[in-house]
Every structure is written in C-alpha cells, then in structure tokens.
T-cell receptor
Framework: QQQVKQSPQSLIVQKGGISIINCAYE??????FPWYQQFPGKGPALLIA?????SEKKEGRFTISFNKSAKQFSLHIMDSQPGDSATYFC??????????????FGKGTKLSVIP | DSGVTQTPKHLITATGQRVTLRCSPR?????VYWYQQSLDQGLQFLIQ???????AKGNILERFSAQQFPDLHSELNLSSLELGDSALYFC????????????FGSGTRLTVV
C-alpha cells in the first residue's frame, strides 16, 4: 500500500530528445506527488510536484502528467540536455498520523543524456 | 548548498562498532527526517523528529536510534554495525509538519568493513 513503483531503472536519451519516467501507486490516500533529482555525491533535490486534483504541471522543460483513475504519474523532460543526467525519484506523500506526513520514494531512474 | 549540513561526509568503521551521524537542519526548519539509501532498496524512511519530539517511524532497526536536540540538530546513532548497514544516510528538513517540500543534505556515506 505504501509502495511507489518506478520505471525504467535506467534510461539513455540523446541530447534534444524527450525523457519519460513513469510511476504507479496503489494507496489512494497519497495526496502529493513530488519528483526529486539527485546528482552523484549530492542529496535529492525537489524538482517539481503535483497534487492529484491537477492532471498536468509544467515548469520549464519539466512536465508532470497525472492520471488519478489509473493511479499513475510521469515525468517528461523535453529537449533533454547532458546536464540533466542524474537519478530521478518519484515520490508520494501520505498523512501518517500525529500531524505528520511521510514521503515514500520510488527506487529511482538513472538518466543519461548523450551528446 | 542546500542549507542542511551533515557530518561526517564519509565514515569507515568495523563490524560491531557504533557510530553517530549528525545533521543540522536548514535555519528555521523544525522537522528533521532521516533516510537510508542503498543500491537495492532505494531511499528508505527511517525516522522523523519535530521540534525535539519523535513523530514518525519507518523501517528503522532496533540497533538504530535518533534524537533531536533543543538547538534542533539531530543525531542518528547506529550500533552493533553489520556489513549490510553500509549505505548513504541522508537527513532532510522542513519548516513544519505540513510542509511537503523536504530539503536534503548531501549525506553521510557509511562503509562497514
């Protein structure tokens, strides 16, 4: 119930192409869906996030698409650049009691953008 | 620099030993979260503190414990270390319990030999 399943595990995209990473969840109590970007030697950093009452959110070259009925959401990176090469994590937040929210992560997708 | 400071950056220790990882949250953040990142398990939530009180527990082993001090820094204590405890340990902070946007530190890489 608390899992977030992410695919693919790794992705190679040519410069200028579109990178697509998919996530699926079971727990309908999840109420916030962020994506994190992690470079080697660094901690994950919040990239973009969406709430389930919105079907799409765009920030620059990054777009989240959200399908509430299918319990799926995806990250699209348009015009992918070598600097986008990183590991991307989808995540979901659920109220865990005592006024606290718990963030559950997918297992990550290692994106390599080749020139 | 995210504003979340973790020390040390690297730690090598032997099996059976005990170590302490330290985290200073971003200025003004009251909530601290600890995560373990390994290759096969991804990012696993361990424990959360808010203003000195434990608020949520995840997949934290009994050999592990944490606390948050009055100055809001937090320490994660790992004891009776095993080879399988080798991982990256991340601390994250947020301003309030209801703040969804966590800020992560750069992590402590623990190697148990």
């Amino acid at each position: 119930q608390q899992q977030v399943k992410q695919s693919p595990q790794s992705l190679i995209v040519q410069k200028g192409g579109i990178s697509i990473i998919n996530c699926a969840y079971e727990n309908t109590a999840f109420d916030y869906f962020p994506w994190y970007q992690q470079f080697p030697g660094k901690g994950p950093a919040l990239l973009i996030a969406i709430r389930p009452d919105v079907s799409e959110k765009k920030e620059g070259r990054f777009t989240i698409s959200f399908n509430k009925s299918a319990k799926q959401f995806s990250l699209h990176i348009m015009d992918s650049q070598p600097g986008d090469s990183a590991t991307y994590f989808c995540a979901a937040t659920v109220y865990s009691g005592a006024g606290s929210y718990q963030l559950t992560f997918g297992k990550g997708t290692k994106l390599s953008v080749i020139p | 620099d995210s504003g979340v400071t973790q020390t040390p950056k690297h730690l090598i220790t032997a099996t059976g030993q005990r170590v302490t990882l330290r985290c200073s949250p971003r200025s003004g953040d009251l909530s601290v979260y600890w995560y373990q990142q390994s290759l096969d398990q991804g990012l696993q939530f361990l424990i959360q503190y808010y203003n000195g009180e434990e608020r949520a527990k995840g997949n934290i082993l009994e050999r592990f414990s944490a606390q948050q001090f009055p100055d809001l820094h937090s320490e994660l204590n790992l004891s009776s270390l095993e080879l399988g405890d080798s991982a990256l340990y991340f601390c994250a902070s947020s301003a309030t319990l209801l703040n969804y946007g966590y800020t992560f530190g750069s992590g402590t890489r623990l190697t148990v030999v």
